[in-house]
């Protein structure tokens, strides 16, 4: 079992919709959680990060950690085509190195 | 404040050869971490260097290896490459060792 588990997609969704998407992981240690976008050749870029459970709100995009089930999510509001692109989910426990998801492809159709 | 530049952007090897990436982090973070990224593997941890010292390693082969420089600048190494040595290599710095990381443009290596 891998350590950080993501669904690869690639999942389409029409514009405007709401997007969920998931990451589960199995090293309960885990303390920090981050979520990543990747346009087709380019680098990583930073969504969001949290140190807690709960939720964590910025613009159209909610951070969702829930520790206890070892469960992250990522919503996207009113999706629009720009949001097209792999999203990676991100870990670490301090002073370990980040783990990152696989990734999931997202599609949004205008 | 500028991002993470990586050079050269792309690269064209063959078995055998060696290569040296390189990492300019941005202006104040302290520690750069690199990763390979494949379709197959995902994002794979190489190693992180905080202040000229590295602090973390995964689990790859000693034919990889890096360093950083005292203006934090980073460099790494791939000795001996193989054709699955082709992917993505992305550097990201962050301000302080295990603190939120920033991804460069990678640089995209191809093992022929």
């Known amino acids: 079992q891998k350590e950080v588990e993501q669904d690869p997609g690639p999942l389409s969704v029409p514009e405007g919709a709401i997007v969920s998407l998931n990451c589960t992981y199995s090293?309960?240690?885990?303390?920090?959680f981050m979520w990543y976008r990747q346009y087709s050749r380019k680098g990583p870029e930073l969504l969001m990060y949290t140190y807690s459970s709960g939720n964590k709100e910025d613009g159209r995009f909610t951070a969702q950690v829930d520790k206890s089930s070892k469960y992250i999510s990522l919503f996207i509001r009113d999706s629009q085509p720009s949001d097209s692109a792999t999203y990676l989910c991100a870990m670490s426990n301090y002073g370990q190195n980040f783990v990152f998801g696989p990734g999931t492809r997202l599609s949004v159709l205008p | 404040k500028a991002g993470v530049t990586q050079t050269p952007r792309y690269l064209i090897k063959t078995r055998g050869q060696q290569v040296t990436l390189s990492c300019s982090p941005i202006s104040g973070h302290r520690s750069v971490s690199w990763y390979q990224q494949t379709p197959g593997q995902g994002l794979q941890f190489l190693f992180e260097y905080f202040s000229e010292t590295q602090r973390n390693k995964g689990n790859f082969p000693g034919r990889f290896s890096g360093r950083q420089f005292s203006n934090s600048r980073s460099e790494m190494n791939v000795s001996t490459l193989e054709l699955g040595d082709s992917a993505l290599y992305l550097c990201a710095s962050s301000v302080g060792a295990q603190e939120t990381q920033y991804f460069g443009p990678g640089t995209r290596l191809l093992v022929l």
């Open positions: 090293n309960s240690a885990f303390q920090y």
